[in-house]
């Protein structure tokens, strides 16, 4: 036996040390094994879509194609979705878009019980009127939306969900930019849609007159304003007498405001029926 090693023994405490992990040990060592980790929360995400195979495709396609998880949720309306909220508390909303439908409007009522809430609208198509009602709307500071239409690739959709939810990024669909900009710079008031309406139906100067109770000036002021909207600033050759010749300005502006999406086909039954209403009620009236 080594001398120095009686003269100075190995400490108690370095002996267990090298017992527990020497590999030559004659037990195996003793690894201390540690807790799992807990796993992270999914983002639970409320879709409002009335469609019942758009509905299970967006949801299958954020469970498999997002790197985090998230728990999806159906409404099969925004008035639906809207009554959820308060209950679920969801970290995004998905709101459907479409022609007369109140996503606008149920947006409203969120932000308004929950400033912060994020917002991804969900269009059929590209709308210059859908921008219009969201820029009327009474959004707080910290609100936060996208928008992308229901047309592009499922990729896009991912990208806007992640956007909003990961990043804290508001995302404009590509194609919804240049309306989005149309409705800053030139947007339209409720009295221009109503004259765009009138127009779309046909009406005459002396009709238009009638039924909005204004004189024959206000009304040709009123269409006055929509050239310069919708048709002088965006095309200016429009302004020349010779294109005066060549177009009917009026049903121009109706065309205009159709590409835009400013009036659907969907509306012009509505529009229809408001006005043969009117009609019926005006020739019952006995005129003073």
């Given at each position: 036996m080594d001398a120095r090693n009686l003269d100075h023994p190995t400490p108690s405490f370095l002996v267990e040390s090298q017992l527990r992990f020497n590999p030559r040990a004659d037990h195996e060592p003793q690894i201390e094994k540690k807790p799992p980790a807990p796993e992270?929360?999914?983002y639970s995400i409320l879709i409002a879509e009335s469609t019942s195979a758009f509905a299970a495709h967006v949801i299958g396609l954020l469970q498999s194609e997002l790197k985090f998880p998230v728990a999806c949720t159906r409404a099969n309306s925004c008035t639906e979705a809207?009554?959820?909220?308060?209950?679920?508390?969801?970290d995004l909303v998905v709101l459907e878009m479409a022609p007369g439908s109140n996503s606008v409007q149920v947006a409203g009522q969120i932000w308004q019980s929950r400033p912060q809430a994020k917002i991804l609208f969900w269009p059929d198509k590209c709308r210059e009127t859908y921008?219009?009602?969201?820029?009327?709307?009474?959004?707080?500071p910290e609100a936060l939306y996208g928008f992308v239409v229901k047309t592009s690739s499922d990729d896009r959709f991912v990208y806007a969900v992640a956007s909003l939810l990961l990043h804290n990024n508001a995302y404009i669909d590509p194609c919804a930019r240049k309306a989005q900009s149309a409705q800053q710079h030139n947007m339209l008031s409720d009295i221009d849609l109503e004259t765009l309406h009138d127009l779309a139906l046909g009406?005459?100067?002396?009709?238009?007159a009638q039924r909005r109770l204004l004189s024959l000036r206000g009304v040709q002021n009123r269409i006055s304003s929509l050239y310069k909207k919708l048709l002088f600033a965006e095309d200016k050759a429009l302004q020349s007498k010779t294109a005066s010749e060549l177009v009917n300005m009026r049903v121009r502006l109706v065309f205009e405001a159709m590409?835009?999406?400013?009036?659907?086909s969907e509306e012009l039954s509505r529009l229809d029926?408001?006005?043969n209403d009117w009609m019926a009620k005006s020739t019952r009236e006995p005129r003073t």
């Open positions: 992270a929360r999914p809207a009554e959820m909220i308060d209950q679920m508390a969801p921008f219009r009602d969201l820029a009327l709307t009474t959004m707080p009406l005459t100067d002396k009709a238009m590409r835009r999406g400013l009036i659907s029926t408001e006005f």
